[in-house]
């Protein structure tokens, strides 16, 4: 039996762009500060409060989390609600081989709120219950890169960390899932190659995954 865990900001659904747009928006709104997308580059995958409060620091300001959060999630659903699907190209396949294939279990862990991390994956078209397990941030106390979440999504599925396979666009995601025991598949959707080099593998597009090349990453590292 294997599990396969993905994130989903960056990983299943393509939202790294609105979540930046959505936040300048609230910045801009609420505080009169023009922020730039650099700025929130060191705080992609660790949750919705540190986007928030990293950035704000970077500035000298202290926000009202609460109002801020808030406006910054009105904003991004206005956003991504407004075009057509958010799915990342090869997501739905992958989860639905997964889903049907008696050998996989399939968990989503992402640092996102619930409610966000729910309203995303509607705008990616992505059915929650093909899942077994889904952890989001309100679960965990520590964010990534810690692996908490991880540790409990791996749990929730009742494998083996070795036996498990975790998605993650995020340099803190790869962190804390190698720091967890999965195995670990980047994605270049928000960082580099390069950067992403911790992890066991690296693509360009879930397009490049099939469960029988997830399968061999699983039984080679149990080789070696």
């Known amino acids: 039996m294997y599990g396969l865990i993905f994130d989903v900001d960056g990983v299943l659904a393509d939202t790294e762009g609105p979540i930046c747009k959505a936040t300048m928006k609230m910045f ?5 500060l023009e922020t730039r997308p650099e700025d929130f580059v060191p705080f992609i995958g660790t949750g919705a409060v540190r986007y928030v409060e990293g ?3 970077l500035y ?3 926000v009202d989390l609460p109002r ?20 990342f190209p090869g997501v739905n396949a992958l989860i639905d081989d997964a889903a049907a294939d008696p050998h996989w279990k399939l968990a989503i ?19 929650a219950n093909k899942f077994d397990a889904y952890l989001h941030g309100d679960l965990v106390t520590h964010k990534k890169p810690h692996p908490e979440i991880y540790l409990k999504a791996i749990d929730a599925l009742g494998l ?5 396979v975790v998605v993650e666009d995020a340099l803190t995601g790869v962190e804390a899932a190698k ?12 960082f580099s190659r390069a950067q992403l080099a911790q992890a066991d593998i690296v693509v360009d597009s879930l397009e490049e995954l099939s469960l029988p ?5 699983v039984e080679d590292k149990a080789v070696a």
């Open 28 to 32: 801009r709104d609420l505080y009169n």
């Open 55 to 57: 950035p704000a620091a």
């Open 60 to 62: 000298g300001i202290t």
């Open 68 to 87: 801020a959060l808030e406006a910054r999630s009105k904003n991004f659903f206005d956003i991504v609600h407004s075009g057509e699907s958010i799915a």
């Open 109 to 127: 862990a992402t640092s996102s709120p619930g409610e966000k991390s729910r309203g995303t994956l509607v705008a990616a078209g992505i059915d």
């Open 160 to 164: 083996p960390a070795a036996q498990c």
């Open 179 to 190: 720091a967890a025991g999965a195995h670990v598949v980047g994605v270049t959707t928000s």
């Open 213 to 217: 090349r997830l399968r061999r990453l």
